[in-house]
């Protein structure tokens, strides 16, 4: 079973930092999301990406935030100037491809502003 | 705009009895269906997906849903529960249409066994 990879499983950092969350999508997969949980509340979308570019992005992913591809298989999660508000668990997902659609998430990163 | 809802907050149920988890959805077209499981602390893991087809899907750990398009709902059963079945459970639905989808969660339904 394919399985996507992120790293950190857990990142505690001070207001106003950078933090910078990783993910292994899925080989040869097209798209790549970004998803975050905070703590009881439902899970939001942030932030498509296809082929180096964003695709569609939800109004929670402002200008503190960025995607990158730096190495041609991992992607990346800034946050460029941490708020306690983003203390949440982080999941990048695969969303799978015919004939098999389906998403597959990794297994989180769980951020904590202080 | 799209919706999912989750009616129950909590369900408390004993071992061994059956379980039902309700969602229902507000969306233009048959969507893609998706029933999640979050255990405290951990990932989502995906339990069952209705893309077409039959209306009864089985998924893992002995669960099954069924679409019911008249009521714009895709409730999650299991005959019997066990103690490792508490957790959160989320529905999601996507948009049809390929690879490309973002998902609309539900706010979660937490089961709670009692021994």
């Known amino acids: 079973e394919p399985e996507v990879t992120q790293t950190p499983s857990h990142q505690v950092t001070q207001m106003g930092q950078e933090v910078i969350l990783r993910c292994v999508p899925i080989?040869?997969?097209?798209?790549f999301y970004w998803y975050r949980q905070i703590l009881g509340q439902k899970v939001e979308f942030l932030v498509s990406?296809?082929?180096?570019?964003?695709?569609?992005k939800s109004e929670i992913f402002d200008d503190q935030f960025s995607v990158e591809r730096p190495d041609g298989s991992n992607f990346t999660l800034k946050i460029r100037s941490t708020k306690l508000e983003d203390s949440a668990m982080y999941f990048c997902?695969?969303?799978?491809?015919?004939?098999?659609?389906?998403?597959?998430f990794g297994s989180g990163t769980r951020l904590t502003v202080v | 705009a799209q919706s999912v809802t989750q009616p129950d907050i909590h369900i408390t149920v004993s071992e061994g009895a059956s379980l039902e988890l309700r969602c229902n959805y507000s969306?233009?077209?048959?969507?893609?269906l998706f029933w999640y499981v979050q255990s405290p602390g951990q990932g989502l893991q995906l339990l069952l997906k209705?893309?077409?087809?039959d209306t009864l899907v089985q998924g893992i750990k002995g669960f099954e849903a069924e679409f019911k398009r008249s009521q714009s709902s895709f409730n999650l059963r299991k005959p019997s529960v066990h103690w490792s079945d508490a957790a959160e459970y989320f529905c999601?639905?996507?948009?049809?249409?390929?690879?490309?989808?973002?998902?609309?969660w539900g706010a979660g339904t937490k089961l709670i066994i009692k021994p």
């Open positions: 997902a695969n969303p799978g491809q015919a004939p098999n659609y389906g998403y597959t």
């Open positions: 080989s040869n997969h097209l798209y």
């Open positions: 990406f296809y082929n180096n570019e964003i695709s569609e």
């Open positions: 969306y233009g077209a048959t969507p893609y």
């Open positions: 209705y893309f077409s087809g």
């Open positions: 999601a639905v996507g948009a049809p249409g390929g690879s490309n989808y973002q998902l609309i």
